[in-house]
């Protein structure tokens, strides 16, 4: 059923790159998040601007909100899954490489 | 056919939750599944766990009440899985064991945090069971015709039943196969909407006829309102400041009902209303006559003009054709308020009137959430924006599924499995509420039963397999919550904080007690919540989820100098200011039969208060506590 084994997980050389890599897209994400919510506040009839194929921009940001995200995940899955996959003599000091 | 396809899905549930719970023989197995499920099915159950009676219920239901607005829900649900993916999954399976409290107390084996966070998950898991419980009533009142109060205990005992035989291992199962459920059937219905278009007279496929209501013209004689057509007689009039509204009393022929009072310069016109009045002898009229099975509330809601149009033709539409149809500023919906108050003679009276609202206005937010309106109702809007990004990267029952994959990678990966199966379904919400604002199905008195009420305008089966879903949903969630209740109740209070010396087969039989406990109190609190919107309880649960536990997190994650009476201190700060702020404030008093306008907090979500004040706590207790500090040696840091 797919299932793998429970097992205890060892010292991860690529945790601290992955951390950085983290702290750094959620950074972005929230810049872009904010962006939404300031939007909103300073300039809400801005929102019902039509941007593309008759969608507004309330439509296309909160989407695009949603699809960013999504993109993001993917991305941080792939670098996280290649640093994993480097030979540990490859990485620095704490996976920093 | 609705009845029996819940029946077939309780019983299968139920039969799945004894045969796991006969292999279930440790208190690993028990509260974290063993620790052995698969990173995709771990991915669909966070789906299935996460997608609670809020989101389908509660967001499609706010979204075909206020437009755009609810859509801010789904917005904000799907980014908090940001955080989760990119600073907590990974460290929390690193450093936890079974529930969110091993996470935070793994670097310093502390009794003050134990407490602090055991009090917290629990909490939170019941603020976020209320709704749920809630939506369980909802549902349950149309569908097997019963009380909203057995609706409720029904599906209480039926989820004390599924975690009480295997804990984790069921939850997890019956989340899988909620999540994907959903996902699957939800598109279907949006497929379904798309098919159908666009009509300004919608009559469910020919099922339900639809209804013109009446305008009547009016003139104001000596200060007396009066009604130009003859046979009319205007028996006394009502201004709901609340409500922004004005309504007249009209009898005609000895049949009594509610008018909504329009002026538009010297003009007055009354437009007919739906209302529910309960006579001071208690007898129950619906729009004017006895309550009956023929005579209940109208479904409503409908287009009055596409683009200006007001008959377009029906055809087939295309999802983005929806949505751009929607957003024209020529395009007017006909939408549905609410509003309560006492007449002269006595009776308690709840009138539903309508509103026209163009797309424009409709399709940003603004409706609900006073983007434009006064700076407190702007910082309301930044406060549910705070916490729901914020809030479910610290939602217990979201962190203890962390520990039921075999490694850290794993738990990265059924994040993104999660991510991609949440943001489609909420992509999907926007479609499912604006077909059920426009469909003709809106019950009047209960937004949250848009989505099941929508499907049921297409077919009795899709509307059986729908609300079969939706109890499904309910019951998936509900089991998350009440395993991470009951764990932090036996393993983070007895076992741990007590030291009560526990044998395996004592701290399963501690887990299940603790269920028994916590589902009940979940049954006596969705009874006593009746009525509220599913979704504004759950951004609420998130606010105390964000403000008590997401700082302890990050900062036990992120900041050296994190203190163990720091984290205690912030956490019992972050529940106890959320908790005040949402005791006090406008809705809760509304809520409690008091005037809203009385409450001493004047805006409904307290995160933007409550989360930075957490996080200062912690850094002023922890710096003050430098010396006192003690870590676990060898733990990470």
Redesign the interface.
């Known amino acids: 059923?797919?299932?793998?084994?429970?097992?205890q997980?060892g010292p991860?050389p690529a945790?601290a790159y992955?951390?950085r890599?983290?702290?750094w897209?959620?950074l972005l994400?929230c810049v872009v998040?904010a962006g939404?919510?300031v939007i909103?506040?300073a300039r809400?009839?801005l929102?019902?601007r039509?941007v593309v194929?008759?969608?507004?921009?309330?439509?296309v940001y909160?989407?695009g909100?949603?699809?960013f995200?999504?993109v993001?995940?993917?991305i941080?899955?792939w670098a996280?899954r290649r640093r994993?996959a480097a030979p540990s003599d490859t990485l620095g000091k704490g996976g920093r490489g | 056919m609705a009845i029996v396809a819940f029946f077939i899905f309780v019983a299968f549930v139920l039969g799945l939750s004894f045969y796991l719970g006969s292999r279930t023989k440790t208190s690993s197995g028990y509260y974290a599944a063993g620790g052995q499920i698969h990173w995709s099915v771990n991915g669909v159950a966070f789906a299935g766990d996460y997608l609670s009676a809020a989101s389908f219920l509660g967001i499609c239901g706010m979204i075909a009440t206020f437009g755009y607005d609810g859509f801010l829900y789904s917005i904000g649900f799907l980014a908090g899985w940001i955080v989760a993916l990119f600073v907590v999954a990974e460290p929390m399976k690193r450093l936890g064991k079974y529930t969110f409290t091993d996470a935070v107390d793994a670097k310093f084996n502390s009794r003050g945090i134990k407490l602090a966070a055991a009090i917290s998950t629990l909490v939170v898991s019941i603020c976020y069971l209320i709704p749920q419980m809630v939506g369980a009533g909802v549902l349950v009142e149309p569908l097997l015709g019963m009380a909203h109060h057995w609706g409720v205990i029904m599906v209480g005992a039926i989820v004390i039943i599924i975690v009480a035989t295997a804990g984790m291992a069921s939850t997890t199962w019956v989340q899988f196969i909620k999540g994907a459920m959903l996902i699957v059937f939800s598109t279907v219905l949006v497929v379904a909407i798309c098919v159908r278009g666009f009509s300004t007279k919608p009559d469910q496929g020919g099922q339900v006829p639809f209804h013109e209501y009446a305008t009547l013209e009016a003139r104001e004689v000596e200060g007396r309102l009066a009604v130009t057509e003859p046979g009319w007689e205007v028996v006394e009039t009502q201004e709901v400041r609340a409500a922004d509204a004005a309504f007249a009393k009209l009898s005609r022929e000895g049949r009594v009902t509610w008018w909504l009072i329009r002026r538009d310069g010297d003009r007055i016109t009354l437009d007919e209303t739906e209302s529910i009045i309960v006579l001071s002898n208690g007898t129950k009229l619906i729009n004017g006559a006895s309550e009956s099975p023929t005579n209940t509330l109208r479904q409503v809601g409908n287009l009055e003009r596409l683009r200006g149009d007001p008959d377009p033709a029906s055809h087939r539409i295309s999802p983005i054709e929806l949505l751009a149809g929607m957003s024209d500023k020529e395009t007017l919906v006909k939408r549905w308020s609410e509003a309560s108050f006492t007449d002269r003679e006595g009776a308690r009276a709840t009138v539903y009137f309508p509103t026209v609202t163009a797309g424009n206005v409709l399709m940003r937010p603004g409706l609900k959430f006073k983007v434009q309106g006064t700076p407190l109702e702007k910082l309301d809007f930044v406060s549910l924006m705070l916490a729901l990004f914020l809030g479910t990267a610290a939602l217990p029952h979201i962190l203890i599924r962390y520990y039921t994959v075999p490694s850290p990678a794993a738990a990265r990966k059924s994040t993104i499995v999660a991510i991609v199966a949440i943001g489609f379904f909420y992509i999907l919400t926007l479609f499912m509420g604006l077909g059920a604002m426009i469909n003709g199905v809106m019950n009047p008195a209960d937004g949250n039963m848009a989505a099941p009420l929508l499907a049921r305008s297409f077919n009795s089966l899709l509307f059986a397999i729908i609300s079969a879903i939706a109890f499904s949903t309910v019951l998936g969630t509900v089991s998350g919550l009440i395993v991470a209740a009951s764990g932090a109740v036996a393993h983070d209070f007895c076992d741990r904080f007590l030291g009560a010396r526990m044998d395996d087969r004592q701290k399963i039989r501690a887990g299940k007690l603790s269920a028994f406990a916590v589902g009940t109190l979940a049954i006596v609190l969705g009874i006593a919540f009746k009525g509220m919107n599913i979704s504004f309880l759950v951004g609420l649960a998130f606010a105390v989820a964000a403000s008590a536990n997401l700082p302890a997190i990050l900062m036990l994650l992120f900041w050296r100098k994190t203190t163990a009476r720091g984290i205690t201190a912030s956490i019992i700060t972050g529940v106890v200011l959320s908790l005040g702020l949402i005791f006090f404030s406008p809705d809760m008093y509304k809520q409690f039969g008091l005037d809203p306008t009385t409450a001493p907090i004047p805006f409904n979500n307290p995160g933007l208060v409550s989360i930075p004040t957490s996080f200062v706590v912690l850094v002023v207790v922890s710096l003050l506590t430098q010396k006192g500090s003690t870590r676990v040696a060898g733990a990470p840091t």
């Open positions: 059923m797919l299932h793998e084994p429970a097992g997980s991860d945790a992955k951390a890599l983290g702290i897209m959620f994400y998040y939404f919510v909103n506040l809400p009839v929102m019902e039509i194929a008759g969608l507004n921009l309330a439509v909160g989407m909100l949603i699809l995200a999504v993001l995940a993917f941080y899955d996280c994993e």
